[in-house]
């Protein structure tokens, strides 16, 4: 009887062997906070004890009062530290050992009724880390049987040489976070893809992958900036609606011009974890030039400048880091300490003796040239 409750009660969450995820007591509405930032497919059973357990309860209650970091951002008992914000900055209660993340198993609690864990990714990443995995922010896949991975900074064109591949038939790995092993296998977190509206117009069979009501939203955000756009221009318009909350409003419609579509529905055969090898490495940037430009580097050259691009993607979590050791200053996690050492001994040793081009491209670029430059490397 014991059994079948922790059964009912248990989800794992098995992340390629390497770092192996638990749900203890989580409803199928927490579970699913999970398998929206993790990907269904990942749900499978674990082979060993959990890095990460995660557990679910309806009130937690702390020992003593709490203690605020900031306007309730984070905080701190005798002897927890808490999270108080989540994901769109909604009041949440979590508990999070930054002592152990990463090097030693721990358990994150976690009040009901959250979108998102917060850190959850980066916590993975760090036990990824730990155990000689190193996680790229980058687009990978697999095209005429050779591993790819784009990578640079973000809003850098990664996810536009993805679907430039993705329309000729290529493998999907990952698009956000991708993880290389010493041996140079790639695998990544399925999560969906993040499509902008000028993506669709450019790739419209990829259209039939989006929901019909972000298809309305998508459409109707489109022409209200078209609008906006024209009453700028407009010296009459202006004095109905001031050019200063024109220029306010134009900037926060056009962030929302895009859709989430799991890759499921713009890759062949992405309905499981897809390894790759990797053998070519692209960095790609924008740049003020139209013509797009490919050049071949030292993939070390890649590897020295990505080493500062995942700090910049981890910086919400070193801030709530330096939160924690403000609270407990007497306490320290030597991993995240140390962690710009380890990353760049992982770079160096991952991207080593890779074939590896830099692509520099106007914004927004021509999906379809960036495949036309890059095919003939497949060759």
């Not at 030039?289 to 050259?301: A, M, N, R």
Request: with cysteine.
């Amino acid at each position: 009887m014991a059994d079948a409750r922790q059964s009912a009660q248990t989800t794992d969450y098995n992340l390629h062997g390497a770092v192996g995820i638990r749900l203890l007591d989580a409803r199928p509405a927490d579970a699913a906070v999970i398998t929206r930032q993790l990907n269904a497919i990942l749900k499978q059973p674990l082979s060993g004890p959990p890095d990460i357990t995660i557990r679910f309860v309806d009130r937690l209650e702390t020992p003593s009062h709490v203690r605020l970091i900031g306007v309730d951002d984070a905080g701190f008992t005798d002897n927890a530290f808490l999270i108080l914000r989540s994901k769109h900055k909604s009041a949440a209660k979590v508990q999070i050992p930054f002592a152990q993340v990463g090097h030693q198993p721990c358990e994150i609690i976690v009040e009901r009724g959250l979108p998102a864990v917060p850190h959850l990714i980066a916590i993975i990443n760090l036990t990824m880390t730990a155990k000689g995995v190193l996680p790229l922010h980058a687009s990978a896949f697999n095209y005429r049987g050779i591993g790819a991975l784009a990578t640079g900074w973000a809003k850098g064109g990664k996810t536009e040489v993805l679907l430039a591949f993705a329309a000729h038939g290529a493998q999907y790995i990952g698009d956000e976070w991708v993880y290389l092993t010493r041996d140079g296998q790639m695998n990544g977190i399925p999560e969906p893809v993040r499509l902008w509206k000028w993506h669709l117009d450019e790739m419209p069979q990829y259209w039939a992958g989006v929901k019909r009501a972000d298809r309305l939203r998508l459409r109707g955000l489109a022409w209200s900036v078209r609008i906006l756009d024209r009453l700028s221009t407009d010296s009459l318009s202006r004095r109905i609606l001031p050019s200063r909350m024109i220029r306010r409003a134009l900037p926060i419609l056009k962030r929302q011009l895009n859709v989430l579509v799991p890759p499921t529905r713009l890759f062949e055969g992405s309905d499981g974890p897809v390894v790759g090898t990797l053998q070519r490495i692209f960095f790609v940037a924008s740049h003020e030039s139209p013509e797009t430009l490919i050049e071949e580097v030292d993939s070390l050259d890649i590897a020295r400048r990505m080493a500062f691009s995942l700090q910049e993607e981890r910086a919400e979590f070193m801030s709530t880091y330096l939160k924690f050791r403000f609270a407990f200053p007497e306490q320290c996690n030597e991993l995240i300490d140390q962690l710009e050492q380890h990353e760049h001994d992982l770079l160096m040793d991952a991207l080593a003796n890779k074939q590896a081009h830099t692509i520099y491209h106007p914004y927004p670029v021509a999906i379809a040239s960036l495949y036309n430059l890059i095919n003939p490397l497949f060759d």
